[in-house]
């Protein structure tokens, strides 16, 4: 188990791996979340908010995330 973490935690520092942001679910809505290579981002389609994710690190602190317009949910 220490050993996987430790991969997680190695390909989170390189970006973004796949494995972790499949896990990973909104913290309000309890929803998955989708990432968006174009702002670098982790995106709730459930309530349209966008948390950052900063070298490599999804900041999913709700005071964190932005409200998205309705055009930017659409991409």
Do not use: H
Not at 16 to 45: A, H, M, W
Not at 51 to 56: A, C, E, N
Request: charged fraction near 25%; hydrophobic fraction near 35%; include cysteine.
């Amino acid at each position: 188990m220490a050993s996987r973490s430790m991969k997680v935690l190695k390909d989170a520092a390189s970006g973004l791996n796949k494995t972790l942001y499949e896990r990973l679910v909104c913290p309000l809505s309890r929803q998955p979340l989708r990432f968006c290579k174009e702002t670098n981002s982790l995106i709730s389609d459930a309530i349209g908010v966008s948390y950052p994710i900063k070298d490599g690190i999804p900041c999913l602190v709700p005071s964190d995330g932005k409200i998205l317009d309705t055009d930017a949910r659409k991409t």
